[in-house]
T-cell receptor, first 111, second 117 residues
Framework: SQKIEQNSEALNIQEGKTATLTCNYT??????LQWYRQDPGRGPVFLLL?????KEKRKERLKVTFDTTLKQSLFHITASQPADSATYLC??????????FGAGTRLAVHP | DTGVSQDPRHKITKRGQNVTFRCDPI?????LYWYRQTLGQGPEFLTY????????KSRLLSDRFSAERPKGSFSTLEIQRTEQGDSAMYLC???????????????FGQGTRLTVV
């Protein structure tokens, strides 16, 4: 079955450093990958969408890469801030934009 | 606020009772989704509406679950004879079908936290 995996361990980094989160998928070849941010007790918020023909996408301090050979997407936050602390979810579309999510990676940025 | 709204935000119910949740999507969005999320997991797809038509249901959606979207506007999700395993966050999302079949971002509501005691 289609599966999407994210590093389940929390990522702790120092303010100002670059955070890199990993998303791997199996048994599927998605045309798109999406990244969302989720704060405790709240719904996910869309961050970036990257298509299979796009190797890289940027938005302000965020960068996403998509490697269809490795079946992997990397999500980078440069110059990280404590306000970036949250859970980051990777998802691909299973048709009709129905999203299949990973379990998410919790990021903690320490001052 | 023109985002996706869900009501109630929290619901505590006794096992065996029925509950109903409401979702108001962004008005121009034709696609509406329900997801369920448990602690430490990502949201899991439950069902999808294109306008008023329910086009897909997950195997997670047992016979005790029913969803409607009358007139293609707001949606309701009802759980009958609730069980403790139904305790979760129920999330609603909406999106707009783009031209050329392109996927677009999904907008999520704040969710309804259900606790079955």
């Amino acid at each position: 079955s289609q599966k999407i995996e994210q590093n389940s361990e929390a990522l702790n980094i120092q303010e100002g450093k670059t955070a890199t989160l990993t998303c791997n998928y199996t048994n599927y070849s998605p045309a798109y990958l999406q990244w969302y941010r989720q704060d405790p007790g709240r719904g996910p918020v869309f961050l970036l969408l990257i298509r299979e023909n796009e190797k890289e996408k940027r938005k302000e301090r965020l960068k996403v890469t998509f490697d269809t050979t490795l079946k992997q997407s990397l999500f980078h936050i440069t110059a990280s801030q404590p306000a970036d602390s949250a859970t980051y979810l990777c998802a691909f579309s299973g048709g009709y934009n129905k999203l299949i999510f990973g379990a998410g990676t919790r990021l903690a940025v320490h001052p | 606020d023109t985002g996706v709204s869900q009501d109630p935000r929290h619901k505590i119910t006794k096992r065996g009772q029925n509950v109903t949740f409401r979702c108001d999507p962004i008005s121009e969005h034709n696609r509406l989704y329900w997801y369920r999320q448990t602690l430490g997991q990502g949201p899991e797809f439950l069902t999808y509406f294109q306008n008023e038509a329910q086009l897909e249901k997950s195997r997670l959606l047992s016979d005790r679950f029913s969803a409607e979207r009358p007139k293609g506007s707001f949606s309701t999700l009802e759980i009958q004879r609730t069980e403790q395993g139904d305790s979760a966050m129920y999330l609603c999302a909406s999106s707009l079908r783009a031209g050329g079949g392109r996927d677009t971002e999904a907008f999520f509501g704040q969710g309804t936290r259900l606790t079955v005691v």
